[in-house]
């Protein structure tokens, strides 16, 4: 059971949240927001509680990702019930007191993701599109870079691998690790050494101008 994981501190939300999604709080210039993670899916977005100018509150409910990735439905479906039901209590409870703290939410991932381009052997055009996840410990963080990084691989538009760190503790040019397909299809998570991935990308270069 991973540490770092949220637990379902909802006491001050006055509802249950499904167990598979937990609740962070992430801090905004006029106000606050509720972060919602699955535990599969990673972010599915956040409800935005802030001031306007004219002394309102304003709830805004914003699902995470790119509009063109169907992921993006997907986690709507999950976070839209849930902003429905928080929006009504927050609306009905503003005023009485303050809600208890939740953990701040830590933003992930940060920085730079290395990649990959696997091109054509003949015409040295893109073939395959890697992306080195080192931070993918489970399948949420996965989902996380997977959308992140959805605006490049759609626009590259080759076969696209996001691949975890190295796993087990034989020879490093052995180990296994997990890798997810996400474009152009989806293909669920498989646990590959890199004799049996590698393969793929050489066929992937090799029959392109075939
Ligand atoms: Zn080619």
Not at 110 to 120: D, L, T
Not at 179 to 191: A, F
């Given at each position: ?32 927001a509720y972060v919602f993670r699955d535990f599969e899916l990673g972010e599915l977005g956040r409800l935005a509680v802030e001031s ?120 490093m040019e052995h180990r296994p690790a997990n890798i997810l397909k996400v474009w152009p299809q989806r293909s669920p998570m498989e ?7 590698n393969p793929r990308l050489i066929e992937l270069s090799q029959r392109h101008c075939r």
């Amino acid at each position: 059971m991973p540490t770092d994981r949220p637990r379902q501190e909802t006491a001050g939300l006055g509802f249950r949240l499904p167990l598979n999604i937990t609740v962070t709080r992430q801090l905004l210039p006029k106000g606050m927001a509720y972060v919602f993670r699955d535990f599969e899916l990673g972010e599915l977005g956040r409800l935005a509680v802030e001031s306007t100018p004219t002394g309102e509150t304003q709830i805004v409910s914003e699902v995470a990702g790119d509009a063109a990735d169907p992921m993006t439905q997907r986690r709507l479906e999950l976070l839209e019930p849930i902003c429905r039901e928080l929006t009504s209590i927050l609306e009905s409870v503003k005023g009485q007191g303050r809600a208890a703290p939740l953990p701040v939410r830590t933003p992930y991932p940060r920085g730079k993701v290395p990649c990959e381009e696997v091109r054509c052997d003949a015409c040295g055009q893109m073939v395959a599109f890697l992306v080195f996840v080192d931070g993918a410990t489970d399948e949420g963080r996965f989902e996380d870079y997977a959308r992140q990084m959805y605006p490049h691989y759609a626009r590259n538009n080759v076969p696209t691998y996001l691949i975890g760190p190295a796993l087990g503790s034989g020879p490093m040019e052995h180990r296994p690790a997990n890798i997810l397909k996400v474009w152009p299809q989806r293909s669920p998570m498989e646990c590959l050494q890199p004799e049996e991935f590698n393969p793929r990308l050489i066929e992937l270069s090799q029959r392109h101008c075939r």
